[in-house]
């Protein structure tokens, strides 16, 4: 009996060694393919996605897209890996009324302890275009109850109006969207870009105070368009408004920028300064047509700035779902400008931004 007693521990520890040891070279072996992929994405994120925006708080992002009679949000910790995430849908448009069609553009932002999505609405007729606002105090803004705080109007006159974006500065709050002059009447499809300040995030206080009207001729390719704007800071604290040029359908489309003067009034046209040129523009070899419609973020790690837009991966796609989402890496000169370069090819390998 005792014999068998130790007999039983040895072949335990044998047997435990032998498992041990398997296990150890089962570790020491090189990485699956699919992890070392983990280090890299390949653009575009998405296909069928024009208009993207990306709104990031803490390590945690959240992407929105264009998707015409619904709202859905991504959220991520890696927005390489967008394409892994099943979105929710936050709103679907009523069956009538003036915001039940053509919903584009919505953006999500985390205002006063709550977060609140602006997106552009119509009833089905082109000249009813207008910005709409929804509410919700929930923590997530994938979760909870979203309130509809109703249509933005603009003053002194109800102005077609798309594309709204937030511009927040210490404690003020202004609304920055495309709009058209259809006042009295109008016919005039130019789109320029309007700013007014807002009393909270969902009322205009105005007045309505035009910023930017296409001048050059890398505007005006299509037509007079001037849309999709977006804030851009930089580490010293100088804001940015990069928007489209152009109509969006004309593989031209492309990207500009204006300049706020330091310290001046964000509401006085005279504070603004725009760039002659585009600062971002479409690049055949890339397959990038028509490239525009912008965000940005920062890596999770906060040591990177990246640009995120959409374009048609050939020539002569529209206006349309064609559009893919694309992001890509960029720096800042010197003097304080941001540097956004060509696009990156479709299906060149890029490193994921940094922290992911």
């Known amino acids: ?26 570790e020491a072996k090189a990485p699956n393919p699919g992890e070392q992929q983990a280090t890299t994405f390949t653009n575009p994120l998405l296909n069928a996605a024009p208009d993207p925006y990306v709104y990031q708080k803490d390590s945690t992002y959240y992407y929105l897209h264009t998707l015409g009679n619904r709202i859905q949000i991504w959220k991520t910790n890696k927005m390489s890996r967008l394409k892994d995430v099943t979105p929710v849908t936050v709103f679907n448009a009523p069956a009538t009324g003036g915001n039940s069609r053509d919903i584009w553009a919505p953006e999500l932002f985390f205002l006063n302890g709550k977060w609140y999505i602006y997106y552009t609405g119509t009833d089905g007729n082109d000249r009813e275009h207008r910005m709409w606002v929804l509410e919700n105090a929930n923590p997530d803004p994938t979760q909870g109850t979203w309130t509809d705080k109703g249509k933005l109007t603009t003053k002194p006159a109800d102005l077609w109006s798309i594309d709204a974006t937030i511009f927040q500065r210490d404690s003020s709050l202004f609304l920055i969207w495309s709009g058209r002059p259809f006042a009295g009447g109008s016919t005039d499809l130019t789109q320029n870009i309007y700013i007014s300040q807002m009393s909270n995030p969902f009322t205009l206080t105005g007045p309505t105070v035009l910023i930017s009207t296409p001048q050059y ?19 010293a604290g100088r804001d940015f408004l990069v928007f489209s040029g152009s109509y969006c359908g004309n593989d031209q489309y492309a990207l500009g920028m204006m300049s706020l003067k330091a310290g001046s009034n964000p509401s006085d046209a005279k504070s603004w300064t725009k760039m002659p040129a585009p600062v971002f523009t479409g690049l055949a070899s890339a397959n990038a047509f028509g490239a525009g419609h912008n965000g940005f973020f920062k890596s999770r790690d906060g040591k990177e700035d990246w640009i995120i837009y959409h374009a048609n991966s050939a020539a002569g796609e529209g206006c349309d779902d064609s559009r893919n989402v694309r992001m890509q890496k960029f720096a800042w000169t010197a003097e304080g400008l941001p540097s956004f370069g060509e696009p990156v090819s479709t299906g060149q390998s890029l490193a994921v931004p940094s922290g992911e």
Request: glycine share 4%.
């Open 1 to 26: 009996m005792r014999y068998k007693a130790l007999y039983r521990p040895a072949i335990l520890w044998c047997v435990s060694f032998i498992f041990i040891s398997a296990s150890c070279k089962k």
């Open 217 to 235: 001729d890398w505007e005006k390719r299509g037509f007079a368009v001037n849309e999709g704007p977006e804030i851009l800071r930089n580490a």
